[in-house]
């Protein structure tokens, strides 16, 4: 739900789609299938596959959060919260909370969430604490809660740290690139590609020399090559998208720091991605004019990607003075 579709309410909402419940029950009842040969030897005689242990609690659960979790939604306006609860084949439950049994009102960062995602921490006047749907436009946190606060009539929240926000000068993606992390990675390079080497050692100790020769160690070679080549790329990429411009740092195959621009002039499109195979994130990519993309360095759900995809758009378009005004 849009949190900004109606400048007297805020909706949020939880919970998932068909499409999302059935893949995941699809996806339990896969695992689950792996028992059947594992009872099958088990009955035989023989001894229970060891992929049943793991298959049979994952399978479990994923069926059981497809089937119990339930969809929540909350409608903030002047009158309260009316909040609604409803399982996959249950009637809905609401329950009315008026103004003036709100003592307060806050934001807080999910903790262990990916990607990352805010809730209202709603104190009760009875001592209750109530925890709100995720808030859906991750780049206006603090300008919802501000609305919500006066919906209620509460005192302003104190401001949350978000990177992501649109009232800050630069809106960040990524975390800062360490080129000492890269040179930690490429120094562990060559216990990993003794590691690679060590099949190739067992199977010319058994006299697979053919096998040795033929297939293991250009492989192992391969392997030890690429992960030398390429490991400063661990040290991932950080974006910094500024009124007019956004700025790319990331770290090239020599190791050196790679800083490139881009301006307005230099986009043919930006986009969200579609979602990954399980549907919950998604990327936002940039195509250059020259027929190069560039991929942002973490993923959001969609609601999220939508907004910080629509937010650099904006700071794109906008003017670089602009930046003055609002710093």
């Not at 993923?299 to 910080?308: F, L, P, S």
Request: hydrophobic residues 45%; aromatic residues 6%; glycine residues 10%.
């Amino acid at each position: 739900m849009d949190a900004a579709a109606n400048p007297n309410e805020v909706r949020l909402r939880r919970g998932s789609s068909l499409r999302e419940r059935l893949v995941r029950a699809g996806s339990g009842a896969v695992l689950l299938l792996i028992l059947v040969p594992g009872l099958l030897t088990w009955a035989s005689g023989g001894h229970p596959l060891i992929a049943a242990f793991w298959a049979a609690p994952i399978g479990l659960f994923l069926i059981g959060v497809a089937a119990l979790e339930r969809n929540v939604a909350w409608i903030i306006t002047r009158d309260g919260i009316l909040i609604g609860k409803q399982l996959p084949f249950g009637p809905v439950q609401k329950r009315l909370i008026g103004h003036h049994d709100i003592a307060d009102i806050r934001v807080r960062r999910n903790r262990l969430s990916y990607p990352a995602s805010f809730s209202f921490v709603c104190r009760l006047a009875s001592g209750d604490v109530l925890i709100s749907p995720p808030l859906p436009d991750i780049t206006r946190i603090n300008e919802t809660t501000a609305k919500v606060a006066g919906l209620l009539g509460l005192p302003d929240a104190e401001p949350i740290d978000n990177p992501l926000d649109a009232g800050t000068s630069e809106l960040t993606l990524g975390s800062p690139v360490s080129l000492y992390l890269g040179r930690i990675v490429r120094m562990a390079v060559p216990v990993l590609a003794g590691l690679c080497a060590v099949p190739f050692l067992i199977a010319f100790w058994l006299g697979k020399s053919e096998l040795a020769l033929g297939l293991l160690l250009p492989l192992g070679l391969l392997a030890a090559f690429a992960l030398y080549r390429y490991a400063y790329r661990l040290a991932g990429a950080f974006w910094i998208v500024r009124h007019g411009e956004i700025r790319i740092e990331r770290v090239g195959l020599k190791g050196e720091l790679y800083v490139e621009t881009i301006r307005a002039g230099d986009v043919a499109a930006i986009e969200v991605d579609k979602p990954d195979a399980e549907g919950w994130t998604c990327t936002i990519s940039i195509r250059l004019n020259n027929g190069q993309t560039f991929r942002s360095p973490i993923k959001h759900d969609e609601n999220g990607a939508r907004a910080v995809c629509a937010e650099i758009i904006r700071r794109l378009n906008a003017a670089p003075e602009a930046e003055k005004l609002t710093g």
